[in-house]
C-alpha cells in the first residue's frame, strides 16, 4: 500500500507574480573608488603559524624483494696478452700470434664470431649515437652576461690563535673537499701558537672540518695524491716532509729524518707523474730542490742545489719559493726563486751541473707563483713584487705580455683549467682580480673585494666554477664565478694560441732591433778606442779609462775658460763704445 499526502498553498501566498520583458539597459548608480586608499596600498606578508598537533596518518606496510647490488671487477690486460707477453715488445708479440693461429680450433672460433660481429658493426653504420642533431642552432652566448663571482661560503680556522692560510689544494676525485695548510710564517709570533694542527674541509659542512691532520711541525704548504686521493703530501715549517693517508687517521704514516730534509720551511711540494704514484719533489728557501719516494722518506732520491754557479755551493744557492711540473713534459721542472729568477730544468741531464738549462730574469722581488698554461704548455704565468708575467720558452730575455703594476703586493696566481685565456690573482689589499687576455690586458675583467686582511693563497677546481681563497687570519673563501669567466668560448683556443704566437714573434724582433744596437756601439766604441794612441786593441783598462777621463774633464775646462774670455773681450770692448759715444756728445753740446 503506498502511503502519500497532498500539500496545497493559494496562489497569492507566493507573491506578486514576476512578468519579465526585454529593454535596453540603463545605468542607474556610478559609484567610483575613493582616491585615497590608492595612495597607501597594504602589503601582504606571509604569515607562518606554529602547531603543536598534527593530523594522524595511517601506515601500511608493503612486502617488497630487497635488491641485492654485488660488485664484480675484470682484470684487463693490455689487447688481451697473457702476463708472460710484453705488449711492448714486437718479437714476443708475432711469435705468440703464429702460435695462436696455427691452433686447430683458431679457425672455427673466427667463423664463430664473425657472426655476431658483423651484426652489431652494421648496426653501428645504419645509426650515429653520436650525430648531434641540434648542431644548428648556436648555443646561448654565456658571454652576455656581464663577469660576476659570489662568496658560497667561508671556513675559518677553528683555534684561538690566528695563523695564515698558506696553501690550499682540492681533492682529486670529490670536488666536495678542501685541504687547507695553515701556519704562522712570522718566527717571533710562531713559537706563541700551540696548535698545529691542519685541517680537510667539506663545502657543505662550513661549521667544522671533516678531518684533522697533525704534523710534527706547521704545515706550510700540502697536496692531494692525484692517482690516489686518499694520501697527501705535505712540507712542513722546519724542512719535514710528512706524508698522510685519511684512512689511518690524522697522525702521518711518516715522516722524513730531520737532518736529511730541507734547511728552511718547505714552501712547495708537488707529486710527479710515475707508475707507481709515489714520487714528489719539494723545494725550499734553502736553495735545494729534492726528490722523493713517500714509501721510503728517509733521505731524498736525488738532490739539487740552485746554484748558477754549477759549483753546488749551498751558501751561494738561490731560496726556492714555487715549483712548477706538467705531466706532460716529465723531464721538466721549473723553480721560482727570492731573487726574482726563474730556473728551468731538466731532471735526466747527464751532469748534476747540467740541470739547470736556462733562467728568466723578471721580476723585482720573490717569485711567488709559477704554473704553465693548461692548454699551451709552453706558456707559463709568473708572479711576483707588484706584476704578473706571461713568458714563452723561445724567448728569455723578456716576457711575451705583462699587467700593469698593482698598488698592492701580488701573493699568488693560477690559470683557469677550463678558459686558457683566464687566470686569477691574489693580492695582500684583499682582492682578487680575474684576468680575461683576450677581452683586455690592461686592467682585471673583475676585481673583487673579498676581505680586508690580506689573501696568500689560491686555488680554483678543475670544473673552473669555484675558487678558494686564503687569507692572513686563517679564513678560506670559497667564491663561485660567473658562467662567462668559467665556459670554454667559441674559438678561443685558436685565439689564444694566436695571440701568444703574435707576442712571441713581437718579442723576438725586438730582441734583434737591441741586438743590432749593442753590436754597432760595440763598433763604434772599438773605433774610438783605435783611434786614440797610446791604447790596446780590443780593451779598456783601468788606466786608459782615467786617462780619457782626464782628457775629457781638461778639454771641457779649456773650451769654458776660451768663452769666458771671448765674452769678456766683448764686453770691454762695448763699453770702450760707449764712452766714445757720450765723450762725442758732450763736445758737441759745448
Given at each position: 500500500m503506498e502511503l502519500f499526502h497532498v500539500h496545497s498553498k493559494r496562489r497569492g501566498d507566493f507573491g506578486r507574480q514576476c512578468l519579465f520583458s526585454d529593454r535596453q539597459a540603463e545605468l542607474l548608480l556610478d559609484v567610483l573608488p575613493e582616491p585615497s586608499p590608492r595612495l597607501r596600498p597594504a602589503e601582504q606578508r606571509p604569515r607562518e603559524r606554529a602547531l603543536q598537533v598534527g593530523c594522524h596518518v595511517s601506515e601500511h606496510h608493503v612486502n617488497t624483494a630487497c635488491f641485492e647490488c654485488v660488485g664484480a671487477g675484470v682484470n684487463h690486460?693490455?689487447?688481451?696478452?697473457?702476463?708472460?707477453?710484453?705488449?711492448?715488445?714486437?718479437?714476443?708479440?708475432?711469435?705468440?700470434?703464429?702460435?695462436?693461429?696455427k691452433d686447430e680450433g683458431y679457425t672455427s672460433s673466427v667463423l664463430q664470431l664473425y657472426g655476431p660481429l658483423e651484426r652489431y658493426a652494421r648496426q653501428n653504420n645504419t645509426v650515429d649515437i653520436y650525430q648531434d642533431y641540434f648542431e644548428d642552432e648556436e648555443p646561448a652566448d654565456a658571454t652576455q652576461e656581464p663577469p660576476s663571482a659570489k662568496t658560497i661560503k667561508e671556513f675559518r680556522?677553528?683555534?684561538?690563535?690566528?695563523?695564515?692560510?698558506?696553501?690550499?689544494?682540492?681533492?682529486?676525485?670529490?670536488?666536495?673537499?678542501?685541504?687547507?695548510?695553515?701556519?704562522?710564517?712570522?718566527?717571533?709570533?710562531?713559537?706563541?701558537?700551540?696548535?698545529?694542527?691542519?685541517?680537510?674541509?667539506?663545502?657543505?659542512?662550513?661549521?667544522?672540518?671533516?678531518?684533522t691532520l697533525k704534523p710534527a711541525s706547521a704545515l706550510v704548504c700540502l697536496d692531494y695524491n692525484p692517482k690516489d686521493s686518499h694520501t697527501l703530501l705535505g712540507g712542513c715549517y722546519n724542512g719535514q716532509i710528512a706524508y698522510w693517508d685519511t684512512r689511518r687517521g690524522a697522525q702521518p704514516v711518516e715522516t722524513s729524518a730531520l737532518e736529511q730534509g730541507h734547511r728552511e720551511p718547505v714552501y712547495k711540494i708537488i707529486w710527479l707523474?710515475?707508475?707507481?704514484?709515489?714520487?714528489?719533489?719539494?723545494?725550499?728557501?734553502?736553495?735545494?730542490?729534492?726528490?722523493?719516494?713517500?714509501?721510503?722518506?728517509?733521505?731524498?732520491?736525488?738532490?739539487?742545489?740552485?746554484?748558477?754557479?754549477?759549483?753546488?755551493?749551498q751558501d751561494r744557492a738561490l731560496g726556492a719559493v714555487s715549483l712548477e711540473f706538467e705531466p706532460t713534459m716529465p723531464t721538466k721542472f721549473m723553480v721560482g726563486t727570492e731573487q726574482g729568477l726563474v730556473l728551468s730544468g731538466n731532471r735526466k741531464a747527464k751532469a748534476q751541473a747540467e740541470k739547470i738549462?736556462?733562467?728568466?730574469?723578471?721580476?723585482?722581488?720573490?717569485?711567488?707563483?709559477?704554473?704553465?698554461?693548461?692548454?699551451?704548455?709552453?706558456?707559463?704565468?709568473?708572479?711576483?713584487?707588484?706584476?704578473?708575467?706571461?713568458?714563452?720558452?723561445?724567448?728569455?730575455?723578456?716576457?711575451?705580455?705583462?699587467?700593469?703594476y698593482q698598488t698592492s703586493q701580488l701573493m699568488d696566481a693560477c690559470w683557469s683549467?677550463?678558459?686558457?685565456?683566464?687566470?686569477?690573482?691574489?693580492?695582500?689589499?684583499?682582492?682578487?682580480?680575474v684576468w680575461d687576455v683576450l677581452f683586455k690586458q690592461n686592467d682585471p675583467t673583475l676585481s673583487l673585494k673579498v676581505c680586508d686582511e690580506a689573501l696568500l693563497s689560491l686555488r680554483v677546481q678543475d670544473g673552473g666554477r669555484l675558487v678558494a681563497c686564503g687569507?692572513?687570519?686563517?679564513?678560506?673563501?670559497?667564491?663561485?664565478?660567473?658562467?662567462?669567466?668559467?665556459?670554454?668560448?667559441?674559438?678561443?683556443?685558436?685565439?689564444?694560441?694566436?695571440?701568444?704566437?703574435?707576442?712571441?714573434?713581437?718579442?723576438?724582433?725586438?730582441?734583434?732591433?737591441?741586438?743590432?744596437?749593442?753590436?754597432?756601439?760595440?763598433?763604434?766604441?772599438?773605433?774610438?778606442?783605435?783611434?786614440?794612441?797610446?791604447?790596446?786593441?780590443g780593451q779598456d783598462g783601468p788606466d786608459q779609462l782615467i786617462a780619457r777621463a782626464e782628457r775629457e774633464f781638461h778639454s771641457v775646462v779649456e773650451t769654458e775658460l776660451r768663452k769666458t774670455k771671448e765674452r769678456e773681450t766683448h764686453q770691454s770692448q762695448c763699453c770702450r763704445c760707449d764712452r766714445e759715444v757720450c765723450d762725442t756728445e758732450q763736445l758737441r753740446h759745448r
Open positions: 690486460l693490455e689487447g688481451g696478452w697473457p702476463r708472460d707477453i710484453n705488449p711492448q715488445d714486437l718479437e714476443q708479440t708475432t711469435r705468440f700470434r703464429k702460435k695462436v693461429e680556522d677553528p683555534n684561538e690563535g690566528r695563523r695564515s692560510l698558506t696553501c690550499l689544494s682540492w681533492h682529486p676525485d670529490d670536488r666536495r673537499r678542501l685541504a687547507a695548510a695553515y701556519c704562522c710564517l712570522e718566527f717571533q709570533k710562531a713559537s706563541g701558537l700551540a696548535c698545529l694542527d691542519s685541517y680537510i674541509w667539506d663545502i657543505e659542512t662550513p661549521n667544522r672540518p671533516e678531518g707523474q710515475s707508475k707507481a704514484g709515489t714520487d714528489a719533489f719539494s723545494a725550499s728557501s734553502d736553495g735545494q730542490v729534492l726528490w722523493w719516494d713517500v714509501r721510503r722518506l728517509s733521505e731524498p732520491t736525488e738532490r739539487l742545489v740552485l746554484d748558477l754557479s754549477r759549483k753546488e755551493n738549462v736556462c733562467t728568466f730574469e723578471g721580476h723585482h722581488g720573490a717569485v711567488y707563483a709559477l704554473q704553465r698554461n693548461p692548454f699551451f704548455p709552453k706558456n707559463f704565468l709568473t708572479v711576483g713584487d707588484w706584476v704578473t708575467r706571461i713568458w714563452s720558452e723561445d724567448i728569455r730575455e723578456s716576457s711575451i705580455m705583462s699587467t700593469r683549467p677550463v678558459r686558457p685565456a683566464v687566470f686569477f690573482s691574489v693580492r695582500t689589499d684583499g682582492v682578487l682580480d687569507s692572513q687570519q686563517g679564513a678560506a673563501t670559497l667564491l663561485d664565478i660567473s658562467p662567462g669567466l668559467s665556459t670554454l668560448q667559441k674559438n678561443e683556443k685558436s685565439l689564444v694560441s694566436a695571440m701568444f704566437e703574435r707576442e712571441t714573434k713581437r718579442e723576438k724582433i725586438l730582441e734583434a732591433r737591441q741586438r743590432e744596437i749593442r753590436l754597432k756601439e760595440r763598433s763604434r766604441s772599438q773605433q774610438s778606442r783605435e783611434e786614440e794612441p797610446g791604447q790596446d786593441e
